[in-house]
């Protein structure tokens, strides 16, 4: 079973910071991609930002500049850190982590930015 727990949501004013981290645990090792996806209301759920195991990074463009993805491999922990946060990223942001052609997801933890 593996199991992937996310923290640090929150309500936060535009302009302000947040940090999400997602651990993976479980029967995974070292998952090839672990990143972070969301989902604002009524909308479908979006990637924002992947981490290869090499260190390769992929960004939404509505992300670039203003996020920051990174991991711990011996940790399998994936991080993300929100800059310069704007109404428009309000959503309940999801972990993901994939290997061997399987996804695993977060629960999901809440985004709010609102002043």
């Known amino acids: 079973q593996v199991q992937l727990v996310e923290s640090g949501g929150g309500l936060v004013q535009p302009g302000g910071s947040l940090r999400l981290s997602c651990a993976a645990s479980g029967s995974i090792s070292r998952p090839n991609v672990m990143g972070w996806y969301r989902q604002a209301p009524r909308k479908e759920r979006e990637l924002v930002a992947t981490?290869?195991?090499?260190?390769?990074?992929n960004y939404a463009d509505s992300v670039k500049g203003r996020f920051t993805i990174s991991r711990d491999n011996a940790k399998n922990t994936v991080y993300l850190q929100m800059n310069s946060l704007k109404p428009g990223d309000t959503a309940v942001y999801y972990c993901n982590a994939h290997t061997l052609d399987i996804d695993y997801w977060g629960q999901g933890t809440q985004v709010t930015v609102s002043s």
């Open positions: 981490i290869t195991s090499g260190g390769t990074i």
